[in-house]
């Protein structure tokens, strides 16, 4: 019977849940139906949508914008307008730490008056300790940090790496250096954390590890390259060596200190031929190539993938496949955005606040355009769905009650508390039914791919009708809390369950609607907040980055 109670909700109540399916074309899904409404007839991309957007950015142009507006007026598009302040801090907040605002936070950034506080934001939320949690989570999927078949890195190993991943994010480690651990050192798997990035690989022949390097550090695929091309890149892995100890699934990790009898020749992916000397160690002369400044992949690579994890794709799309046919879509940015890396000094928090404080990154999610291309060419922020670790936690936030993960497989048997959020897992192994079921990757390629943000019918379906969703709303410590604190008064109840589950307030006629709802004959009002919950849970508005 549930589910019939959460469907007359959405319907009674004529929210953003709604609007999944009333938006008129030309405006994204997830508005609301009396908003969309004010949109200007014949035009329809003049008006200004409260409470998404505001008229005048209130933040300067820097050169992210300079490169993105020429690309824009090229292809005929105009730029969506900024958006407001409240969807500012809600995205700020998902796209920097993975978490969403709570009510106090959202209250005091509205209220602040200051006009730099967009980039104090900003400043703020790069030095949280939750940045380096979901960063940390981003990297490991990449770097294919997971314990189980195929990776097979066995639990300690799998702690030992994550440990590392998130130490380097949290202490801003130069990316550059960041790289050359990770190709260059030797050691127990189980003690140096970076070694496991040449155990994470589903294969250990040196052509294999020349394709993870080339994946993660160059976004190339060299399956796509030439077979000299790829033996000669393989010839700097041909040395690497992997010894058992006498410890459980322990390995050291190193390079073959049997030297060849002579100089043998490698050959770099922009067709130089080294001689390597039998005392040199390959990975490190690879490595001195890879990071040198004018190294035409390293940092162009490292951008493309930033810029895809904030913006949804990447300048060349997608952010793994880079290739002299797979041409960027703005080169002018990419460069841009190259050289400001390189220049910092391989300062990955650089060029997060270069993005996060351009008006590009602040625009406001309904395009100004009918082209299908404003997205590719980011004439809008694009609306995508919250990844599946970060929406349970999100649910988890509001629900007052973590997930329990276990993993019995490998042995030993791991155990995860349920107040360890789930951005923070180490372990591409442990999963849920819920993980599996809203996209989150298998960590077996390393490949952006693997993680499907895509919506589906079994999601919507049991975000309508979960138990466990029923569960969380219907215990919610945190909704009788706020129910008790706005005492008996309908309105403030409503207010603070916007600002809690859509960390913004309710617009006037959403607030009507809501209240016409709750006096309806035989409902309690604490029902009605429940349904209210469930309504805004189950909306784009919440489900999607905006």
């Given at each position: ?147 189980e078949f195929p990776i097979n890195l066995w639990p300690n190993a799998v702690q030992a790496y994550h440990r590392w ?382």
């Amino acid at each position: 019977m549930r589910i019939f109670t959460a469907f007359w909700a959405l319907c009674a109540l004529s929210l953003c849940a709604q609007a999944v399916f009333a938006a008129p074309a030309g405006a994204p899904s997830f508005l609301p139906v009396t908003v969309v409404q004010e949109r200007c007839v014949p035009c329809g991309f003049d008006a200004v949508h409260a409470p998404y957007e505001v008229a005048e950015s209130p933040v300067p142009a820097n050169g992210v914008d300079t490169a993105v507006l020429a690309s824009l007026q090229g292809h005929g598009m105009e730029p969506a307008r900024p958006c407001s302040d409240a969807v500012f801090i809600r995205r700020a907040f998902l796209d920097v730490i993975g978490t969403l605002p709570s009510p106090m936070e959202v209250n005091f950034f509205l209220q602040d008056k200051r006009p730099d506080k967009r980039a104090v934001l900003v400043d703020g939320l790069l030095a949280r300790d939750e940045f380096a949690d979901y960063w940390a989570m981003k990297w490991c999927d990449a770097l294919r940090v997971k314990a189980e078949f195929p990776i097979n890195l066995w639990p300690n190993a799998v702690q030992a790496y994550h440990r590392w991943i998130h130490d380097a994010l949290r202490g801003n480690m130069p990316y550059n250096e960041f790289a050359k651990a990770l190709l260059t050192s030797s050691g127990s798997n189980f003690r140096v954390g970076p070694v496991n990035f040449y155990r994470a690989l589903q294969g250990r022949k040196p052509a294999d590890i020349a394709g993870a390097v080339a994946l993660t550090f160059m976004g190339a695929r060299i399956d796509k390259w030439p077979e000299a091309q790829r033996a000669g890149m393989a010839a700097f892995f041909s040395r690497i060596l992997y010894k058992k100890t006498d410890e459980w699934k322990e390995e050291i990790v190193c390079l073959d200190p049997k030297m060849p009898d002579a100089p043998f020749p490698a050959t770099l992916p922009d067709g130089v031929t080294l001689q390597i000397a039998p005392d040199q160690d390959p990975r490190a002369v690879f490595t001195t190539w890879l990071t040198a400044k004018d190294n035409p992949w390293f940092a162009r690579a490292a951008v493309n993938r930033i810029w895809c994890w904030l913006m949804g794709r990447g300048i060349i799309h997608e952010a793994d496949d880079i290739r002299p046919d797979n041409p960027p879509v703005n080169p002018e940015l990419l460069a841009y955005l190259e050289k400001e890396l390189v220049i910092s000094g391989y300062d990955l928090r650089h060029v997060y606040k270069l993005i996060l404080n351009s008006r590009s990154y602040q625009q406001s999610p309904i395009p100004r355009t009918n082209s299908p291309d404003a997205e590719k060419y980011f004439a809008c922020y694009p609306v995508r769905r919250l990844e599946a670790e970060v929406l349970i936690d999100a649910l988890d936030g509001f629900g007052g009650k973590g997930e329990s993960y276990s993993s019995a497989i490998p042995e030993p048997f791991a155990f995860i508390p349920e107040d360890l959020r789930t951005i923070t897992l180490a372990d591409g192994s442990t999963t849920s039914a819920f993980l599996e079921m809203f996209g989150r990757p298998t960590r077996d390629t390393g490949l952006e791919s693997e993680r499907n943000n895509q919506s589906s019918d079994a999601q919507r379906l049991y975000m309508l009708n979960s138990t466990a969703i029923q569960k969380k709303i219907e215990n919610s410590e945190r909704l009788r809390a706020l129910f008790q604190g706005a005492k008996g008064k309908p309105a403030e109840v409503v207010r603070r369950i916007y600002m809690n589950v859509l960390s913004r307030p309710p617009t006037k006629d959403e607030m009507e609607a809501i209240l016409a709802y709750s006096r309806t004959p035989g409902l309690l009002p604490r029902q009605a907040a429940a349904d209210l919950v469930w309504a805004l849970i189950n909306s784009k508005e919440f489900l999607f980055r905006h």
